[in-house]
């Protein structure tokens, strides 16, 4: 499936807006903008749902744990009384439907970021090289890849997989090779040929595990030495991989610290995006009292998820995309915490701002017990 709505959905639509911008930085620009629009309302219902959440959570909680303290000795009476109690504020999980739904179509589309134009295709088979003796037992199963839409140029791309007709388990001192082939079943290499430019996108291959117990030649032959096992990967380069946007070097660059040296532009990626993850964060507590259980968790995973995508392999493109991504999910989170409220989430988030309000205004008995403290004096220990 994710194939599927990436060669039928995602990539003619970056298509489209390359033909209007001849630059596949603005195309991801434009073609992430039309992905948040179209999933505007599945992600507005669980932008809803966690704000209906924060304000009725203390008030559930309550009301449950009354249900169950009362009806303890009725069990059906419980799950009754429990369901009215989620018809009236909705239920927690209401939010995590949305996100369900569109979960197929943020999959196609990061993996159609990952792959060509944007950055070089690889191509990984997983070899068992077996004594010859124990070869003849083993009946061959087919093998195939996963297909990669490969971009011969702008306007030219097709699916390409990897195949081994008798599998992957293979005899030593056997020959095989491994095809790149289209899903018709033509030749990678001689599509190539169709093209001028064809020789520019022929695959590269190498032993990546393995090199004692197998090697592998230029057109993709397999030659196994030794029992073992070997990964022998196959990798196409991606048409616009080494291509620049505005402070970004290439678009398929991956990876914030390589060869001894800094990649700042993907440095200043994550932090944009770690930034616009923060603001939408702060904007989702736009009018909503405090949460100190929340507050520490709420600090943390922006620092976590942003120092993580510091040495997580994501091409360039991948975190532009994550940036806008972002960007529009703080401008939407923006326009719904302006949405009013139904009358009885409003009357209870109104309670707990007076609440709150009161509570600041009544000094804790340690600030009470020190009040008079100077500075340099210890603290009481009354």
């Known amino acids: 499936m994710i194939g599927f709505l990436s060669d039928n959905l995602l990539i003619p639509i970056l298509d489209f807006f390359y033909g209007l911008f001849h630059s596949y930085g603005l195309a991801i620009i434009a073609l992430t903008i039309v992905i948040r629009i179209a999933l505007f309302p599945l992600s507005a219902g669980s932008i809803r749902s966690a704000r209906r959440m924060k304000i009725a959570q203390p008030v559930m909680q309550k009301r449950q744990a009354e249900i169950k303290s009362r009806y303890a000795n009725d069990p059906k009476k419980q799950q009754d009384e429990l369901g009215k109690l989620m018809n009236e504020f909705g239920s927690p999980l209401a939010g995590c ?7 197929p179509i943020l999959f196609a589309l990061f993996a159609t970021l990952r792959g060509s134009p944007f950055a070089d295709v ?20 087919p093998f195939k890849t996963a297909r990669h ?7 030219d791309h097709f699916p390409v997989i990897a195949s081994l007709p008798g599998g992957t388990k293979i005899g030593a001192g056997d ?23 064809g020789s520019d996108f022929s695959p590269t291959w190498k032993v990546t595990k393995g090199e004692e117990f197998a090697s592998v030649s230029s057109d993709g032959t397999v030659t196994a030495r030794y029992p073992g096992d070997a990964t022998v990967e196959g990798k196409i380069p991606g048409l616009a991989a080494r291509s620049g946007f505005l402070f970004i070097k290439a678009l398929g660059q991956v ?20 930034i616009t993850l923060v603001i939408s964060q702060v904007l989702s507590g736009q009018g909503m009292p405090p949460n100190p259980q ?25 975190l ?21 409220l139904p009358e009885n989430l409003q009357k209870i988030l109104d309670d707990q701002l007076r609440n709150k309000g009161k509570n600041e205004l009544i000094p804790s008995p340690s600030t009470i017990s020190n009040v008079d403290r100077l500075p340099f004096e210890p603290k009481s220990k009354k």
């Open 255 to 274: 990876g914030f610290y390589v060869d001894g040296s800094i990649n700042w532009d993907i440095a200043i990626l994550v932090a944009g995006f770690g």
């Open 97 to 103: 439907l949305p996100l369900l739904v569109q979960m």
């Open 175 to 197: 020959s095989v090779n491994i095809n790149l082939q289209t899903l018709s079943g033509e030749s990678y290499n001689n599509v190539l040929k169709n093209y001028k430019n």
């Open 320 to 340: 532009l995309y994550m940036v806008i991504a972002n960007m529009f999910q703080a401008f939407q989170t923006f326009l719904l915490t302006k949405e009013a």
């Open 122 to 141: 690889p191509y990984l088979v997983n070899l068992k090289i077996l004594p010859p003796e124990q070869v003849a037992a083993v009946e061959p199963k």
């Open 149 to 155: 839409s490969i971009f011969i140029s702008d306007k």
């Open 294 to 318: 929340q507050a520490t968790a709420q600090k943390i995973t922006p620092i976590m998820i942003t120092g993580m995508f510091l040495f997580f392999p994501l091409p360039a493109g991948v």
